[in-house]
């Protein structure tokens, strides 16, 4: 029959029209909503598409089955709030995570087999896990949306557990460090200090900041610096390593608390942007002031206070710390989650304590944290110094995530918030901190608005080469014409891989762009690619958007790069148009970039209209007729 054929034709078009709004209602700005279960404990997670966050846990007895035991991996679909349960067979527990350049997630290390209360599997004992050693295992998942895709496995020649994973200007991942059988801190006999490459390079090699920095210096922090160097930040020692010849320059230590897994600082890359000039900025906040002998002293861990303390360092211009803004409340274990408005969400964690769990007598049942936090956090890195924290608009969360807690940008611009399970094993009731299922989302202020619908956004973003165009209706720029174009962005997004108050990979790009507004007060934008350098923003998958006033569109997916894993094509970068407007028109001059939160910001904004330029008939006729080439 005709109208079946054609509309089977339809479903399987390669392109579909793309929610320009929100489908979720939200309960308003600042709020945080449970909006379903993530079946297993939310240990890590990523967003994988538009439509599916991966939760990874450990083997544990979780509600969620699969294969006729329990799961400790689910796919969460952000529609329907429903998971599937997923059987990744070896052992998942804190391993790490991060995104190669050809869209392939991978996870690697963790813990050997296990069984009830998270014993040791013994050899011939029972197996009611059903898991498989974790320990030398990479697992790897190209991310669908028809619920078909599961993971797939490779092995390495040795332990990890709790590694580090960046991704590199190729698109390979570093895997660094960790240790060979986990447990609280790491120790001489236990650690792996090296580093290695996936796909493989070699056998691995020493690092030997972490034979110096035992023993908090599991998960060390990493980022890729457009100086295509890797600042490396583990226990109190800091340095820039050089990926290539592998060479290691130390740098200053940290000042004033450990900020390292278990003292777990909430840590992020500030925004790159043309006017920061791509300069790497990194952010630790909170953490731990305890000195390499007072992990193991048998110190009761619950007390020891939270660290305030915020610094930044930008390694590749800059080799000393400087003080940031103090958080309100000392915090361990919070995430740093960055949004399209180029403010910072800061999220769960504790007031007392640090990461991790066991059997001591003075845990608050088997947590070695206390005093959960609730409350959220914005950090806005464009305020004066002294105001770029606040709580102003922002409720408090009715469930406490501390230890194995976890959270990530959506495409919508929410935030998913799960996990928190410092136990052994499940433990669901008759406990402080029990293993919480719970999923949330944060609305931050600028769900509710109406989005900013952008038509013409690429697919694939490559490192220089053509600009391109992005038509903004007049209703876009809330028929502000040039004040709102002004006020415009776009913004390139990777929302990391989720883990112990780390997102691996987490980092965001504004691209240069210019504009030609159209006598109907509509709009051309003209954007830059990324910048030609791929150690700024390694290749692989990220989330684009673009801001009006602060109002993000809803995030496309983007493949930045090749897609694949190799020496990324640079092309130099295509000078864009100067902005245009019609004749007679004027241009805002010494304008601020909205960040949101303010209700009044437009009138804010609109007092900063003295000084703009009237552009020349002629000239702007001219530069409109050039953009349109
Ligand atoms: C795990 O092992 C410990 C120490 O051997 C033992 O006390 C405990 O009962 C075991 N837990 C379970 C659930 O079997
Ligand atoms: C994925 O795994 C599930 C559960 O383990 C299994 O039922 C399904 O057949 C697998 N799908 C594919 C495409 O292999
Ligand atoms: C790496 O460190 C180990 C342990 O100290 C040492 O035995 C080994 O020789 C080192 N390897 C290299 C290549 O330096
Ligand atoms: C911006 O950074 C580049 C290197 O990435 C450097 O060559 C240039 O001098 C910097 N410009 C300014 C104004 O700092
Ligand atoms: C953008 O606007 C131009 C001019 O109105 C139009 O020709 C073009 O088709 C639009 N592009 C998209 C992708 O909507
Ligand atoms: C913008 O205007 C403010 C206030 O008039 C002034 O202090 C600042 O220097 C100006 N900034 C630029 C980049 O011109
Ligand atoms: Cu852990």
Redesign the pocket.
Known sequence: MFVPLFLAAVGAAPSIVRAQQPSHTGTGPGTFEIVGTSGVSAQQLFLGNDQKVYIIDKAQNNEAQ??GHPAWATEYDLTTNQYR???VTTNTFCAGGNVLGDGRWLIVGGNQPVTAGGNTTAAGGPDPYKDTDGGNSIRYITPCTDG???YSYDTMDNRRWYPTLETLADGSIIMIGGNQYGGYVNNQGNNNPTFEFYPSRGPRQNLTILFTTLPANLYPLTWLLPSNKLLIQTNWGTELFDPVTFEEDTLPDVPHAVRTYPASAATAMLPLTPANNYTATMLFCGGSDLQPDQWTAGLDMTQVPAQASCVTISPDVDRTWHDDDDLPDGRTMSNFILLPDQTLFLCNGANKGTAGYGTDPWTKGDSYADIPILTPLIYDPSKPAGSRFTADGLSASTVPRMYHSTATLLPDGSVFVAGSSPHPDVVLTNTEYPTEYRVERFYPWYYQKTRPAPQGLPTTLSYGGDMFDVNLSAADLNEDGATALEQTTVVVIRTGYATHAINFGQRMLQLDNSYTLNKDGSAVLHVSQMPPNPAMFAPGPAWLFVVVNGVPSIGKMVMIGSGKIGTQPTLAATVLPEKSVPAGTTIPSNTTINKGGSEDAGVRTAGSLSGGAVFAAVAATVLAAVAAL
């Open positions: 699969v294969g349960a997923m059987d078909a895709c599961n």
